[in-house]
């Protein structure tokens, strides 16, 4: 049976070994004595333990009524009233302001209408979302209450170096607050979970289902990370979890207390690959990492900096990049409004340029429209794609053209197969370029539709009549 990710939130807390008042600055070492080997991390989970929640969300879900006979079910059962129930998720989740605002991961949340966070000592509290994101998987409530919370100071997760020890608080498989040790095993790691976020830390310290939406800190319980899922055959802990650097919690939340609606990543104007061995000897690298510059959109802030095809990435304001995601990671929480400074290598010459981080631009109207009447679309939900709507839906910024954005449920696009994200190329061999012109063609009714899309990445030719 294959290894699988699954979502799992603790808490997670970087430790270094109790050293006597002005050691911070010396190197970390390995205990050196009886009475270090004894120490405990009790002292450092009494402090932090209080700003670590549990959080319960719950949403209704209707359930068609079968009676269990397949005849009277096939014919009748569309007439029986549907049944609501409720389902209920377990998370965790980390209060990062002594006013009330938790920190946990998205999808816990997900889709919830009613929302429970419950302190350590035993206390329930209604929440609400300010802000959640499917792409990063975070979300940020607010306790209804207007009192005093414990709380966490998000500290920089860039200090942490592979090695450093880490506990993990949260509530696996729902028997209460439990607390974990490890090490961070690796840093940097892509292609975990979900959505299109790849830059975890890794940890060694067991996380479990009921975990997910906990934190990583370090000896003066400053955050550090939200750990969010494991690597697992069976459902347990094999001892490798990951989680979300605390640099991008501090960026998602300065987002939620500006009372932002969505959040927003710098457009960059370009698409990137990873660098490959063969590519690495080519250019003469001595290290296999970087972003590799595939393509480069005319006008975007890629093409005004001076970035080009072929280029590679290597550093952003000085700091390493292994791979394309760690290159997002790095712009994502350089912060907008700013510039970055970027390393180049091409051809074995070094260079720097600055590239500015704005937000993706409408560069034209979406002009969206839901298609009714006789079509193989009717149903469909569909908009002119700009930079800004392919960022938000998950769609390379360079593609251009009308795009499926939503449909609905039971409708003829629905059962035909259409799905959201997919781009509308061409109708009976005519190619469609905006929203109006879509609806002009299908005013005249062919009889016969030959429809190409393109679906991530391929392109598709269906036949309808």
């Not at 960059?268 to 001595?286: K, Y």
């Not at 449920?409 to 629905?414: F, I, K, L, M, V």
Request: glycine letters at 12%; proline letters at 6%; a neutral charge.
């Amino acid at each position: 049976m294959l290894p699988r990710f699954k979502c799992a939130s603790l808490v997670v807390l970087s430790l270094v070994l109790m050293q006597p008042a002005g050691a911070e600055a010396q190197e970390r070492r390995v205990p050196e004595s009886q009475a270090e080997v004894q120490a405990s991390f009790a002292p450092l989970v009494k402090r932090t333990a209080g700003a670590v929640v549990n959080v319960y969300a719950e949403k209704a879900v209707q359930r068609r009524v079968l009676t269990g006979d397949p005849f009277f079910d096939q014919f009748f059962g569309q007439r029986l009233p549907n049944r609501t129930e409720r389902q209920s998720s377990l998370g965790s989740g980390v209060i990062v302001s002594d006013g009330g605002l938790v920190v946990t991961n998205n999808h816990v949340i997900d889709g919830a209408d009613d929302i429970k966070v419950a302190l350590a000592d035993g206390r329930e509290f209604k929440s609400q979302v300010l802000l959640k994101d499917e792409r990063l998987d975070l979300a940020v409530l607010k306790i209804d209450a207007r009192e005093r919370f414990p709380s966490l100071p998000i500290g920089d997760s860039d200090a942490l170096e592979v090695g450093d020890l880490v506990l993990a608080i949260g509530n696996p498989f729902g028997v209460g607050q439990t607390v974990t040790s490890g090490i961070v095993s690796a840093l940097a790691r892509n292609q975990i979970a979900q959505g299109d976020f790849g830059f975890f830390i890794q940890t060694d310290a067991a996380i479990n289902p009921g975990n997910s939406g906990g934190a990583l800190t370090n000896m003066k319980g400053e955050l550090i990370g939200i750990n969010t899922a494991i690597f697992s055959r069976g459902g347990g802990s094999n001892g490798v979890g990951f989680a979300i650097p605390g640099n991008l919690v501090k960026v998602f939340l300065s987002a939620a207390e500006s009372g932002a609606s969505r959040f927003e990543r710098p457009y960059i104007g370009a698409s990137f690959e990873p660098v490959t061995s063969d590519v690495a000897d080519a250019l003469g690298l001595e290290k296999v990492r970087g972003a590799l510059v595939v393509k480069v959109v005319p006008g975007g802030p890629a093409a005004a900096a001076g970035l080009k095809p072929g280029e590679i990435v290597t550093a952003v304001n000085g700091i390493p990049v292994e791979h394309p995601d760690a290159l997002g990671y790095r712009l994502t929480t350089a912060g907008l409004g700013g510039a970055a400074r970027l390393s180049i290598v091409e051809g074995g010459r070094e260079r720097e340029l600055t590239l500015k981080l704005d937000t993706a631009p409408e560069t034209v109207p979406r002009d969206e429209t839901e298609i009714a009447g006789r079509t193989p679309f009717t149903g469909v939900r569909i908009a002119n794609l700009s930079p800004r709507l392919a960022g938000e839906i998950r769609l390379p910024a360079e593609k251009t053209g009308v795009v499926v954005t939503a449909i609905q449920r039971g409708s003829p696009a629905a059962r035909l197969g259409f799905q959201p994200r997919d781009i509308i190329v061409s109708i009976n061999g005519t190619a469609v370029a905006n929203v109006k012109a879509l609806q002009a063609m299908l005013g005249d009714d062919p009889g016969f539709w030959r429809i190409e899309i393109e679906r991530e990445g391929q392109r598709m030719t269906q036949f309808f009549r």
